[in-house]
């Protein structure tokens, strides 16, 4: 019965479903390029695993940035700012995409490491903000799935490499 009750909470709140649907579309999207970045640092930027390590540590560096300015941001704003991270990641990684040059991509992964932070903070934020607290625990049980849609991204986007090459799959 609670759960029915969330989902019905989910299905009737509009701003919570479009929230929870653009973060899906997001999260399906944008983090299958994570799963897929050792077979990019291999046969694109030609190297190994010091170079996935470095570009992991310039995601997690902007990140952080991403994170220290979603921490200090006012309580306004927050949906334009969630939408303009998404913008960022999504340019982003359309440059990762297209570098074939380990510093570009480490540059360009500062991007996408602020974005992925702006996108997951401030949609957790705006889930809490939004939802009544007697539907909290059940509207975050369903947000908290978008880590599993990453595996269906990273499947379609794993079929797509072997047929079209692994920067058009990501991009």
Partial sequence: ?????GARYIVRDRTIRTILIVNFLMVLFSMPYMQMLPGFVKEVLHGGPEQIGFLISTTGIGALAGSLLVASMPNRGRGKVFLVS???LGVALLGFVTSTSIWLTAFIMLAVGFGQAGRMSLGSILIMSYTKPEFQGRVM???MMEFSLVSFGTFAVGILAEMVGIQWAIG
Avoid: R
Avoid at 1 to 5: A, N, P, Q, T, V
């Fill in 86 to 88: 998404a913008l960022i």
């Fill in 1 to 5: 019965g609670d759960l029915m009750d």
């Fill in 141 to 143: 049980s369903v947000y």
